[in-house]
């Protein structure tokens, strides 16, 4: 008889544990980042039992009336305000990172541009010097941590084609045609932050055409982990000429040299 009343007095008071251990359910709203970004950083930190599940502009969060203020406070420290980053891209046959992370190359003008907004619209701005020898381009964008975006400038130019056929009897004949062919220069660029550095998803490029009326095109496509308000190379063209040849007047002999150089930087802008 003892044994069945302490046994009912042990189920009496094991009730009310079973029900304060208990899940419950909440929605909580995200104002600042993706409920996608936040999940799976909360993900290591939960309970066996515990459940988020990311729903838009909210996370659904299934865990004990204990720990629901714990992971509540987690989240706040979480949703916090995507940075604005000014992300500058040149493209320089003269100038080098270490002699821009050195104050020394030529001044860049950036115009004051609006933030983007939490659309993830962006700003950019455009500056192309170019001489005999010397062709750089510098282009500025705004854009949200973790929001892609891409700048760029150009022209449509006008490509003549000419191509000899031969008709049916062996007689050969030319056809023209002009190609309308876009020659333009920018970037590709997600940038992400950690700490006081950035990851960047770049891709630059670089159409022209020479004083032979040749189409030429740079370009690369890289990740890179760099220093806030720091110049970074992510490489560039080397190469080098050389013709030589008799002439009518003597002997000559031509060389020439090709370097470009592809330089970025990220500031972090109010």
Known sequence: MKKQVSALLLLVFMIPTITQAESVVEVISVFNRPASEIQPLLMPLLEYTDQIVANGDSLIVKTTPERLQTITKLIRNLDIPLNNLL???????????????????????????????????????????????????????????????????????????????????????????????????????????????????????????????????????TSIRANLGEWVDLGGVDESTQSSGNTPFGYNRRSGQNNLHILVKVDRVN
Request: hydrophobic residues 30%; proline residues 5%; glycine residues 10%.
């Open 87 to 221: 992300i500058t891209v040149i493209q320089s046959r003269d100038t080098t990172a270490a002699q821009l992370n050195a104050g020394i190359g030529f001044g860049i003008n950036i115009r004051p541009q609006n933030p983007a907004d939490s659309s993830g619209r962006v700003s950019g701005y455009y500056n192309q010097s170019q001489g005999q020898n010397n062709n750089q381009n510098t282009q500025t964008i705004r854009v949200l941590e973790g929001v892609p975006a891409q700048i760029k400038a150009g022209n449509i130019v006008p490509i003549r084609n000419y191509q000899i056929y031969r008709d049916g009897y062996g007689y050969p004949y030319e056809n023209r045609s002009t190609l309308l062919v876009e020659a333009t220069t920018g970037f590709a660029v997600t940038p992400r932050l950690v700490g006081q550095q950035v990851l960047l998803d770049v891709s630059p490029w670089s159409d022209n055409i020479n004083a032979q009326g040749q189409f030429q095109t740079q370009e690369a496509n």
